[in-house]
């Protein structure tokens, strides 16, 4: 049961912090859909794919010291940046997590410098893979509309997506 709380401490070491819980969120999600070993059950929401059970393990992985949850106050909002703490790096030792592969360290870096509109498109379409690319779009255009994604952001999504399977295929 510990192992996938220290294997989502390890993510966010590897990231060396993610700021935003709807971008850690997106990122999980979207190394999941890679075939990456994360456990945590997705639905739709509001924001596109969401996990209860990964802001729990969140929450409950900052009560025990192993993340730091920093509060940005924004002014009209409230962000939160996540960081592997020392205590957590020690856990995910005791834990006997896996190595984190050269390709999920890629697969983060590159998800890591992209915006969470940007993951939002990204896995929200993800979770319609099941679907020709054409239908894809029409749903992001259903359940996304107010976001008014540009032709060019989805081409871009389904290229970065592409690009991430092929890392995810040579490592």
Known sequence: MLGEHAKIIQFIGVADGITGRKKL??????????QFPYKEKFEFHFYGPYSEELTLRVEELCNMGFLNEERQDKGSYVQYKYQMTDAGEHFTQMAQVEEVSPSLIACIEQMKQKSSRFL???STLLYFDHLP???QIEKLHVVKGKLNFTEEEIEEAFEF???LMNERAIH
């Open 25 to 34: 969120q997106k990122m999980v999600y979207i190394a999941k859909k890679l």
């Open 120 to 122: 939002e498109l990204v």
């Open 133 to 135: 690319k054409e239908e």
């Open 161 to 163: 997506v592409m690009n």
